[in-house]
């Protein structure tokens, strides 16, 4: 235990004197680290503090050597040292620290409890410190301690218990069915399965009105809605709920009962409700023939609330597309506005829409199953279009082709059709008809030999007439084709054959004649061509918008002095009938009415007529820019106080001023001297 070596043991051999000549060497297991041998006396020390619970023993081995030769004197000896075990480790927990769980209420045991009837809901867990002594807690003896902590696991000895002894909730009668009310939970100081609970309404007005399950995550008892609420009929229901745990314990069945009771108050809110129809759905019958205005049948709705509201009636057209029928808006009868036909719809349903009159948003809606009951009222005729043929080889009594018909109308005894030809027919040498009592009817030949070059086709009318009451008729023509036959029976071709073909063209004339076609085809679309290319109009591309181009024509006017190439006059002066321009860059298709002329009006009346004739006229114009455009006129009125600040009007002008001194002025104003000068008048007159 200390720092000094410890005297383990001593090694002799027999040959040694005492007088130094022998050497003790050691080897093994912790031979120099642990143990050391004195090499002159054969002491062994220990220099290390030794463990047994790490190494029990160690095994070594000695020699005795000459100090002089080195050579050993003995052989060598193998011994043991064992360590002695001394109390130097105390008590261990090899699992601590420990937890355990004991049931609340149990009863003294292996594990006693130092409390008689511990609560988990008064304290769940305890903390023990264990203390471990050996050597039977003797003086000298180690310890060891570790904690133990001890759960109170829950057992059901609480009963569920409400909050509170009554409740009460306003729900609004329009909920609807399987709709929460409310929530309500009993308390359980239990935990875990113990705490599950049951409810269920034990009593009250409210049994077939409203249910209660259980919310398994919260324990909650949810109360809804089964049927629906009318706050007209009853205001309010009072309920009865018992909550139960699910699991009780006969153990404490002693501590009282595992349930409690709370009564629940419903309170019916009212709500402004739409009309309801008497009944869900309205069958009616009605005749295709009825007549037009014919009553069809009355649905009725009333106002559930206590202000029973007046109602209108109206029929959603989205279900009477046709308008078929109307409904008198304040008695509900339904009668017919067309037509009806049964073939064409034999079911109409419709919507009926009851409003509310003093608050039209509130809307009801009623259903009508309108059938239509049949009439005979469609002629029966053939089932399909018969392709019917006679062999030129066919024989007297040959029945050549069966037919049947179909009729519309739906009978409720089935269709019963006769067959017979026209009074026509009846007579004819070619064919006959045999009824056959089942709906059907067969055509037969009455002679043979018949020839395609003399009469290809053959018409035969058919009368039919149906059971209804009154009966129906209908005449169909039945086309034959005389056909050549093999010797089955079977047609190989109805055409109406020559007998004398024309002579043969040699192949050299066909392909003249196809050339000859061809080029004449050829120059027909060049002609064409050429006369589209020159109807073109200027702008080529309809897509090219015309006021991104710029159009140059290279033309120069003359001046005031080019008095053919425009009417300036009539640019400017109002009365002047103007005669409708067409564009010269495409043909008009439609020929314009000439704007009427403007009159002595003022002018601010003048302008607004001078830009709504150019309105209109380009309204009606074909051939306009299909945008919009900026459209300039240089238009300046009538009366101007400054006058027209263009010499174009000038021969119309009443100006008093004297010009003739323009033709002291040269040659060069000799023009405007001859216009405005003393001879003006008689120049323009």
Aim: aromatic fraction near 8%.
């Amino acid at each position: 235990m200390g720092s000094d070596p410890l005297y383990v043991g001593k090694l002799h051999s027999d040959v040694d004197k005492g007088d130094g000549s022998i050497k003790y060497i050691l080897s093994g297991e912790g031979a120099s680290s642990i143990f050391i041998i004195d090499e002159n006396t054969g002491d062994i020390h220990a220099t290390k503090r030794l463990d047994r619970e790490e190494q029990a023993y160690y095994t070594l081995r000695a020699q005795a050597l000459d100090r002089l030769t080195n050579k050993p004197v003995e052989p060598e000896s193998e011994f043991v040292i064992k360590i002695q075990d001394i109390n130097d480790n105390e008590p261990k927990f090899l699992d601590g620290p420990y937890t355990a769980g004991v049931p609340e209420m149990s009863p003294v045991g292996v594990i006693k409890t130092a409390l008689p009837n511990m609560d988990r809901e008064a304290k769940d867990q305890y903390l023990l410190v264990i203390q471990a002594k050996d050597m039977v807690g003797q003086n000298g003896g180690l310890s060891g301690t570790t904690s133990v902590t001890v759960t109170l696991t829950d057992v059901n000895d609480n009963p569920p218990r409400f909050p509170r002894r009554s409740y009460q909730y306003n729900v609004p009668e329009s909920l609807p069915v399987a709709s929460v009310v409310a929530r309500i939970k009993a308390a359980d100081a239990d935990i875990g399965a113990n705490a599950e609970m049951e409810y269920r309404i034990v009593d009250g007005d409210g049994l077939g009105i409203f249910k209660i399950s259980v919310d398994k995550d919260t324990q909650e008892g949810i109360i809804s809605i089964q049927k629906d609420l009318d706050f007209e009929a009853k205001t309010s229901y009072t309920l009865r709920i018992e909550a139960a745990n699910k699991d009780a314990d006969p153990r404490f069945l002693s501590l009282g009962p595992f349930s409690d009771t709370t009564t629940v108050k419903i309170i019916v809110e009212d709500v402004d409700e739409p009309p309801v129809f008497s009944s869900p759905l309205y069958p009616m019958e009605v005749s295709e023939a009825t007549q037009v205005g014919n009553i069809i049948g009355t649905v009725a709705a009333h106002d559930p609330d206590s202000s029973n509201s007046p109602v209108r009636y109206s029929i959603d057209r989205n279900t009477d597309l046709e308008r078929y029928f109307n409904i008198d808006a304040n008695s509900g009868v339904i009668t017919t506005a067309k037509s009806l036909d049964r073939e064409t719809n034999a079911v109409h349903n419709i919507t009926v829409l009851a409003m509310e009159s003093q608050n039209p948003s509130q809307v009801g809606r009623g259903y009508v199953a309108i059938t239509i009951l049949d009439v005979n009222d469609n002629a029966p005729e053939f089932a399909m279009d018969y392709e019917t043929t006679v062999c030129e080889n066919a024989q007297p009594g040959q029945v050549i082709q069966k037919i049947s018909a179909v009729d519309k109308d739906e009978p409720s005894n089935g269709h019963q059709f006769y067959f017979s030809l026209t009074t026509d027919a009846t007579n004819n040498h070619n064919f006959s008809l045999k009824d056959n009592k089942d709906n059907t009817a067969s055509i037969l030949t009455r002679r043979n030999g018949f020839r395609r070059q003399e009469q290809s086709v053959y018409y035969l009318p058919i009368f039919i007439v149906d059971s209804g009451s009154p009966s129906l008729s209908s005449t169909n023509t039945l086309t034959i084709r005389v056909c050549d036959c093999d010797a089955d029976g079977i047609a190989q071709t109805c055409n109406a054959e020559a007998y004398v073909l024309p002579a043969g063209l040699s192949t050299g004339a066909l392909i003249a004649i196809l050339a000859c076609v061809l080029t004449l085809l050829v120059l027909i679309l060049l002609i064409i061509t050429m006369r589209r290319r020159k109807k073109e109009p200027l702008i080529f591309d309809e897509e090219r918008d015309i006021r991104e181009n710029i159009v140059r024509y290279d033309d120069e006017g003359g001046g005031e002095e080019d008095t053919e190439a425009f009417d300036m006059a009539a640019l400017r002066n109002l009365n002047v009938i103007r005669d409708t321009k067409t564009r010269r860059d495409v043909t008009p298709e439609i020929q314009f009415l000439s704007r009427p002329t403007f009159k002595s009006i003022p002018d601010n009346v003048i302008f607004r007529e001078f830009i709504w004739e150019r309105l209109k006229e380009a309204d009606v114009d074909p051939c306009a820019p299909p945008y919009d455009s900026l459209q300039t006129y240089a238009f300046e009125g009538n009366g101007s106080v400054a006058e027209s600040l263009s010499s174009l009007d000038s021969i119309s002008s009443n100006s008093d001023q004297n010009y003739d001194y323009l033709s002291d002025w040269g040659p060069r104003f000799k023009r405007l001297a001859d216009m405005y000068g003393t001879g003006q008048e008689s120049l323009y007159s």
